[in-house]
């Protein structure tokens, strides 16, 4: 195993360690990622899919929804949905980061908090053979975090680290299913 596989499994031993155990395998049904997957024209990085599958149609922190891909909101229609949403809140922003800007027509949107409408955003790899990329886009105070990693290492840095990006509310639930009777 690479030094990088080893450590994307040791993030997500971390976070599990932080979030519990997530749901079944079986809670929101087999995720099919072929349709998905076939609308971004690229395969998504397994850590996010890991993520997804055990945390998805949930939210982590108190604020920040993450879909599942079989869940009662289809991911699908959340990432097409969030990628027109994105590109008309922030397609006249005068300040894109070069890396967003390289990748602008094929961000995917994997997480949305719902505090004040920042969005999470996955950028694919610019090259061959590069790597995922996280962007929290600033709704209210328009604005891009870049974050070079994937979904499991950007999470780690709240969930484990305490160092959570700016205006999100530090004081919730670390994760709570969309089922669980105290979500609201």
């Known amino acids: 195993m690479s030094e990088r596989n080893l450590q994307k499994a040791d993030s997500i031993v971390r976070i599990s360690e932080v979030l519990g155990g997530g749901r079944s395998s079986g ?3 087999s995720p099919d990622w072929r349709p998905i997957e076939g609308w971004l024209g690229t395969s998504l990085p397994d850590d996010y899919k890991e993520l997804a599958e055990k945390y998805g149609d949930g939210v982590i922190g108190g604020h920040l929804f993450i ?3 079989a869940g009662p909101d289809p991911l699908l229609e959340f990432m097409k949905e969030g990628r027109e949403i994105f590109h008309e ?9 070069v890396r967003l800007a390289a990748v602008w027509d094929r ?3 994997w997480a949305q908090h719902d505090w004040n409408g ?4 996955l950028l694919p ?7 995922w990329a996280v962007v929290v886009a600033f709704r209210q105070c328009p604005d891009f975090l870049v974050f070079e990693g994937g979904v499991v290492d950007f999470l780690a840095e709240p969930l484990v680290k305490g160092m959570w990006p700016r205006g999100w509310p530090t004081n919730r639930p670390a994760w709570l299913s969309s089922d669980d009777p105290s979500f609201a």
Not at 118 to 121: A, K, R, V
Not at 125 to 131: A, H, L, M
């Open 27 to 29: 809670d929101a049904g």
């Open 67 to 69: 879909p599942h891909p």
């Open 89 to 97: 809140a922030f397609g006249e922003h005068d300040e894109i980061p």
């Open 107 to 109: 961000v995917v949107p």
């Open 118 to 121: 920042d969005m999470c955003l």
């Open 125 to 131: 790899p610019v090259e061959s053979g590069g790597g």
